[in-house]
């Protein structure tokens, strides 16, 4: 069987440097907020060229964390509007409606599925006070619309970071683009821990230090506290992990772009609509995801060849039961691209065998 994702073989690769990264955290006897934290919080903001980085417990949190403090900071207030596409993973939302803030949601563009900056003015109220912008599948989701709109009303752009490491606009790094961003590093994602992580990067020194409290109690100086913050930090053997992984995070980008590239140059098939790139740089694949009318019965062909793909996702967060009260809006482009998206296997350490066998299958469907 050709999996979807092989975590065994990607971590596999760097076993030697993983297991010294163990050992060293575990004989330092310090598994938290020290020197590891510290090296991995200025290596990815040397990364992504950015003044601040913070490492938190995972990308939900990052998320949370943003919203957190510009309320503490009184950027926003409780009853704000943050405007979000209608079709992103769950997290995204919930880091909004955790803050008692009020998400507003705008349509993606069917082709590129992120975001569509020609929709968001209709959407602004006097209660905007910010976009979050999602670089769905790993594709960079802001351009000069975006930007624009941003400054004209005065909103932050927030970018939900975790499916695009690396992924550039206009040579800044996803993560550098908006005012502040949210990383992920769950497992699966293009930078993964070996369990749970997540970062917040930024160039605002005040919303890095009040990030840097809220994290951690909302305490700056041990049992003195600001704020009524959260316990969410990086575990000191996760930060040395992903100190060893970030080191080759250019190199697997390239391997994925040779997977997708692959894909785009040798699927033909008239029943599956393949991915719009609009710039090389621009897009990371996390996801290399297709469009196909029958999809249930393409992922049962595939699955019957031996061919593991999902679904990224199957119900969008506003016909989610936990979002009842959203339950009646309608969004037509999302809920099409719910019912149509479906993702092959992508990774860096793909098989050109493994390549050519979906393809190969794919064509024949
Ligand atoms: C994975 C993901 C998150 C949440 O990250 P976790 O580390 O799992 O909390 C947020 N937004 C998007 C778009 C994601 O894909």
Known sequence: MIKFLDLQKINAQYEQELKEAAVRVIDSGWYLMGKELESFEKNFASYCNVDYCLGVANGLDALRLIFKAY??????????????????YIASILAITDNNLVPVFVEPNLETFNLDSDLIEAAITSKTKAILTVHLYGQNSIDV??????????????????????????????????????????????????????????????????????????????????FQGLNSRLDEIQAAFLDVKLKYIQEDIAARRKVANYYLENIKNSKIVLPLVLNQEGHVWHLFVVKTEKRD?????????????????????????????????????????????????????????????????????
């Open 297 to 365: 019965e393409l992922q049962s062909y595939l699955a019957e060849n031996g061919i593991q793909t999902l679904i990224h996702y199957p119900i969008p967060p506003h016909k989610q039961p936990a979002y009842k009260e959203m339950n009646h809006l309608s969004f037509p482009i999302t809920e099409k691209i719910h019912e149509v998206v479906l993702s092959l296997p992508m990774s860096a350490v793909m098989l050109e065998e493994d390549m050519r066998i979906i393809v190969d299958i794919l064509n024949k469907y």
């Open 145 to 226: 619309k975006m930007l624009d709109i941003c400054s004209k009303f005065k909103l932050k752009l927030i970018e939900d970071g975790a499916q695009s490491h690396g992924a550039k606009f206009q040579g800044k790094i996803s993560g550098a683009i908006g005012d502040a961003a949210g990383h992920s590093f769950y497992p699966g994602k293009n930078l993964g821990a070996l369990g749970d992580g997540g970062a917040v990067t930024t160039n605002d020194s005040k919303l890095a230090s009040t990030i840097s409290a809220l994290r951690n109690y909302g305490s700056h100086k041990k049992y003195e506290n600001k």
């Open 71 to 88: 309320l503490e900071m009184g950027v926003m207030e409780k009853g704000d509007e943050v405007i979000v596409p209608a079709n992103t």
